[in-house]
Every structure is written in C-alpha cells, then in structure tokens.
C-alpha cells in the first residue's frame, strides 16, 4: 500500500544511509538536476542504443496525426516531401464515418458526409486518446461534438458508431492508415516505419495510446515526436546557424509552447508547456454557441437539440473563422436551417471578424499563461528569444498573431506553413534514424514529472519535467511501519504535490522484504525513460537483491489481447476495402466497356458484318450488364473479357472490309488515271 512508502522515514536517516552511500546520492541528484555538456555524449549514445534497437529498414514515413487534419511526409533526398493523398489534397481531415450500408469512410470522403450523417461521423478523436471517460475535459467534449462518447468498463472513453464501440486509438489507427495508404501509393510499395507526432504536452497514457493506434494501422512505430520539436527541426535543419527559437503551436485541439536552442545541427529542447484541450475545435464550439444563441433570439427555435442542423452550424462556424482571417467580414447563410408550423426557417448573419475575436478572445488568452511558465522554466527572457515559430492552422488567426507578438517583443516568424511542418519534421527525424540525414542531433525534454507517491499522499518527483530524454534516474526510500515485508508502489506524472492530484500511470508491489524496523530496508526506485518519453519503472531491495519491473501500460489503456484484436479488425477491413475497391474499379471498367461496345455498333450499323458476330457482340453486352447486377468483381472481370473477344473479332471484320473497300476504290481510281479520252479540237 501506498501509504507505507515513506519518505519521511527515510528523511530521518537519512545521516546513516548517507554515510553508507554517500556517492550513490549525490549522483542521482545531480542527474536530476543537470545535463551538462559531457552529459550530450552519454545521452547521445543511449538515444543510438535504442535506435539501433529498432533497425530501421526501407523508407520510414513521418506522420503528423492531428486533431482536425493529418499530414504524411516522406524523404526525398535530403528534402522532406509532403504527400499529396488520392483527392490531391496535402492534408487529410482526421475524420472516420461509418454509412448506413456499413462502409467505413476515412478523411475527406468521412467529412463530406457529415452532415447527413452526424451520429456516425467521428472527429476530434484525438481529443479523447488515453483520457478516462470521468476526466473533466472528457465530459466537457460530450457537450461539444454529435456522436456518442461512452464509458468502457475499465473506465476508457470510446466512442460509439453505428452500434458499435471503438478506441479512440483504433480511431487513430483508421486515420494513420489512410496516411499510410497515401504514402504507399505515392512510393509504389508497402511501408511499415514511421515516426508520428503527439503534443508536447501528451502524458505517458496518451503517447503510449497513440503507439497502440500506429500498431493497429499496421505501423512499426520507431519514434514517437513531440509536436513543436518536430517543427523546429524543419524550421532549423539547413539554417546552421545558433538560435533561441520558441515553437507556439496552436492546433485543431491541442496547444503547445516549446523553446529550444539551435547550436549547428544540436536541437536542444530547454522546456515545454501547453494545454491538451486548447485548439481551433475550440474556437469552433463558441462561434457556434454563439450562432445558436442568436438563432434561439431571433427565432425562438433551439438547434441544439437538432443534429443535422447543428452539424451544418459547425461547418459554417468552421468555414467562417477560416474566412475571417483573410477578410474582415463573412456572411453566414443557411436556407432551410430547420422549419416549423410556420414553415421553413433560414439562417443570415453577417459575422465580422472582431466580433469573432471578442467570442475567443479568452481562448486567445489561455495560451499565455504556458508560454509565460515555459519561458520561466527556460531560464530565459523574452529578449534572449530569437524568433517565435507559428505552428498549427489556428496562427492563421489575426489575433493569435498580434497576441503572440505582444508576448514576445517581435513579429512572429511565417516562413513555414503550419498545417505541414510537423510531418515534415517527423519525416526528417525518421532521415536521421535512417541515416540519410547527418549532423542532426535531437535532444528533448519530458513535459511533465514523474514520480511516486509516498507517505501522507505526497508525490515524490524522481524525474521533474523539463529532463533531457532519454534518462535513467533513481532514489532510494525505506519502510513506513516496523516488520514491514512489503511496499505498493504508484507511479505518477504530473505537477501537484498531493498524490492523487495527479495521472496514475501504474502501479505494482515488491514483496518479500526482510523484517526489520522501519526506516532501516533501503528501497532502490528507478525510471527509465525512453526518447517517446515512455516510461519503465523497476524496485529493488537493496539487502536481498529482490526486484520488481514494470513497463507502464497506460491505467487506462488497451491490453495487448485489445491491441492485437484490432491489428486482426484491421487487416480484415483492408481485404474487405480492397475487394469493395476491386469491384468498384470492375464496375466502372465494365460501364465504359459497355458505352465503347454500343458506340462500335452504331457507328458499324451500315457495314454489311456477319450477322452472327454482330449478336456476339450484343449477347456479351447483355451478359456484362447482367454480371452488374452481382458484386462479384471476378464475374463481372471475365464478361468484360468475354465482351472484349466479341468486340475484337467484329472489329477484325470491319478492319478487313474497309481494307477490301480502300484496295478497290484505289484500283477503280488507277483505272481512271490510264484512260485516254478523245477530243475534237477546232480552230477558229
């Protein structure tokens, strides 16, 4: 039990225990505490460990999986190309639907469909990866969007389409699959590696959820990326030059702050704030509100309670802020918005576009108070800042953009689009763990503090936020109670003192603990963080030897029975898309084969053709359209082949009829040339 880990008892002997190993301390202290620069070494050789762990073979993707659109790279060269998906879109919306036949629509096929079908159209997922369904943020998100968000019995927000449950990492999975699917279409082969990014500010059960999602999708995932670093090191990569850079990156529904220092191809995270609910879904949701309201006003008629109608309301609140950061003013125009005894009502609101910043302007306002913290944490001032990176289709905003600059003294840096720059750098990291990409070298930081939870409640940090990643840290502890033969250990991650204030990752025992007065058994606890910021946790009794590991699985997380059930759903539904995809590609293939075959006939009606070729042709029409009828792609393959015999052995016919014609009409006209024609010529 929890209580029974006691700091404080190791507090009061602390003398002896320091007098018996007073080196062990004082280094793990100052391992805590500071990376110095003979400490890059050790941690650059730790991060090669793990990446010749992983054996990158063949091309790695980079992956930016995002709240409201996703984004897929790859190197070419040394230069990281973004992937334009099968719309010829650079973007695709993180949008999956599942339609009343029961297909499953990923991106913007899902989207266009949304509003006609809202119950069965999820977005935002992102918002809910590694969230219990009782967190605060969870239950707001219930109010926010049109399907149904609903609690697993261990505690998980999933979400429901059409009758059935699903993670919001197989959610994810659907949307990365798509990306993966862009990427192999372009390149012309399959693709296993990838890097995909997550907000700085994702706790462990969030990366370790988004992992989950890349193995659903079929993905080896070789390096999970924070956000804001990722951009930077786009932004950075052939600069060369020494910067303080900060990263505000202002998403779909996530904020970040990053500040690093650039020191000719060394990427040095030195802190990293944010906020996991905070982005453009936002900002959507109170122009909507506000649309809702002044509808109500008008019309005494509440659209809320409406689905289809309050989908239609966030598009157009969508499609509006869009507008309104190149223009100052947008006309919001619904036709048949609902109707009632009175017949049809229509929505017309002329929005501008500083109305629409006093409706977010206390959104605007959320993100200072992380960028103040992250400066503080730096150990900077606003003026030892070089330049300010915007990042995430939100900066578009006018207002973001004049708050950002009044923050940081300058004009914010646009030089790189915002909706690509994660996934290129996501894609220049996999360059790096490939190789093909020198003289990079990343160091980041863990956003928030891991620890432990000790005597009384309190929470013990081991690794405080802000530590280069990745690290090893250890502390040792001893017993609350006398004859104490056993010790729970929960492993936490947060910023509160009390214990229960923060996210529990895990938690295990180590048993078999000699008995002896408290304070007296030495308890060694150990983390190990690795570069995705995942973390593994070991105990050890320092007397007996005796150790306890753990690799912590998200509390609220999928089992790996979960995880490889939905690889198995997953590859299901690949052989099923792709045999929808081979009977649409039949179908359409089959149509024009038809229209070709009838255009043949109409244009052959006046050569005189062997009849009994003529109905071949027409026999094999009339099979072909009867094989549409089926969904049995092959059928309908082979009576095109059938109808394609026919038509080639009519063809032959009338190709040798015409080359009899031409022979003939050539030799009546040499005749003609030979023929001597008398005359009589009279001379006047």
């Known amino acids: 039990m929890l209580s029974s880990f006691a700091r404080g008892a190791f507090q009061s002997t602390m003398k002896s225990i320091m007098a018996t190993s007073p080196r062990f301390l004082s280094r793990s202290f100052s391992l805590v505490k500071s990376f110095g620069t003979a400490s890059y070494s050790r941690i650059g050789q730790r991060m090669m460990s793990e990446d010749a762990e992983r054996q990158p073979m063949g091309d790695i993707i980079g992956i930016d999986l995002g709240t409201t659109n996703s984004c897929v790279c790859i190197m070419e060269g040394s230069k990281p190309r973004v992937i334009e998906n099968l719309e010829g879109s650079r973007t695709t919306p993180s949008v999956v639907a599942i339609t009343k036949d029961g297909e499953r629509l990923v991106g913007q096929a899902a989207k266009r469909q949304s509003v006609t079908n809202p119950m069965n159209t999820v977005y935002s997922a992102k918002r809910l990866i590694g969230r219990r369904y009782d967190d605060a943020e969870v239950q707001r998100d219930i109010g926010m969007v049109s399907y149904k968000i609903v609690k697993r019995s261990n505690g998980d927000a999933w979400v429901e389409i059409a009758g059935k449950q699903f993670s919001p990492s197989q959610i994810g999975a659907f949307v990365l699959g798509k990306m993966k699917e862009t990427a192999e279409a372009h390149l012309g082969h399959s693709v296993q590696n990838a890097i995909i990014t ?8 969030q990366r370790q959820a988004t992992k989950d999602a890349g193995k659903i999708a079929g993905l080896n995932v ?4 924070n956000e804001p670093t990722a951009a930077a090191l786009a932004y950075g990569m052939d600069k060369g030059e020494n910067k303080t850079i900060a990263v505000y990156d202002l998403g779909g529904g996530t904020f970040d702050i990053s500040i690093l220092e650039l020191r000719k191809g060394l990427f040095e995270v030195k802190a990293t704030n944010g906020d996991t609910f905070l982005g453009g879904e936002d900002f959507d949701q109170a122009l909507t509100n506000y649309l809702l309201a002044e509808f109500k006003k008008d019309q005494g008629i509440d659209l809320s309670k409406d689905p289809l109608a309050l989908q239609r309301l966030r598009e157009a609140a969508e499609k509006a802020k869009i507008e309104l950061s190149s223009s100052l003013q947008t006309e919001i125009n619904l036709p048949f918005i609902t109707a009632d005894a009175t017949g049809p009502k229509h929505m017309l609101i002329n929005l501008t576009r500083s109305k629409l910043e006093s409706l977010v302007e ?11 913290a992250c400066i503080r944490d730096a150990g900077l001032k606003t003026d030892q800042i070089d330049e300010v990176i915007l990042v995430g289709g939100m900066t578009r905003m006018p207002r973001v953009q004049q708050v950002v600059e009044k923050l940081f003294g300058k004009q914010p840096f646009k030089g790189v689009n915002p909706d690509e720059v994660v996934a290129m750098g996501a894609a220049i990291q996999g360059g790096v763990l490939k190789g093909d990409v020198k003289d990079v070298i990343l160091l980041d930081v863990t956003p928030l503090s891991l620890g432990i939870e000790t005597v009384g409640g309190v929470f013990t940090r081991l690794i405080p936020r802000n530590t280069v990643v990745p690290t090893s840290q250890s502390q040792v502890f001893s017993t609350a109670a006398d004859n104490q033969t056993m010790v729970g250990i929960k492993v936490l991650q947060g910023e509160r003192e009390i214990a229960a204030e923060n996210k529990l990752l895990g938690q295990f025992e180590l048993v078999g603990i000699p008995p002896a007065p408290r304070g007296i058994p030495q308890i060694e606890v150990e983390f190990d963080l ?6 593994k946790v070991s105990a050890k009794d320092k007397a007996t030897g005796k150790e306890q590991r753990i690799t912590i699985q998200s509390s609220s997380g999928l089992t790996q029975d979960e995880i490889d059930r939905m690889v198995r759903e997953a590859e299901e539904n690949a052989e099923k898309d792709m045999a929808r995809k081979e009977l649409i590609e039949a179908k359409n293939g089959a149509d024009t084969t038809i229209y070709n075959a009838e255009k043949t006939l109409n244009q052959l009606k006046d050569k005189k053709l062997d009849e009994a070729k003529i109905n071949a042709v027409k026999d ?19 009576k095109m082949a059938e109808l394609a015999t026919a038509e080639s052995a009519l063809g032959e016919e009338a190709y040798r009829q015409a080359s009899a014609e031409q022979a003939t009409n050539n030799a009546d006209g040499a005749n003609k040339e030979g023929e001597t024609v008398d005359a009589e010529f009279n001379e006047k």
């Open 198 to 205: 997550v907000p700085a500010y994702f706790n462990d059960s």
């Open 222 to 225: 070789l390096r999970i990326i």
């Open 362 to 372: 206390d959104l605007v306002k959320r993100t200072l108070e992380p960028c103040k």
């Open 530 to 535: 690795n570069a995705d910021g995942i973390v």
């Open 620 to 638: 094999a029409i009339e099979a072909l359209r009867e094989a549409l009828k089926s969904d049995a792609a092959s059928e309908i393959t082979a």
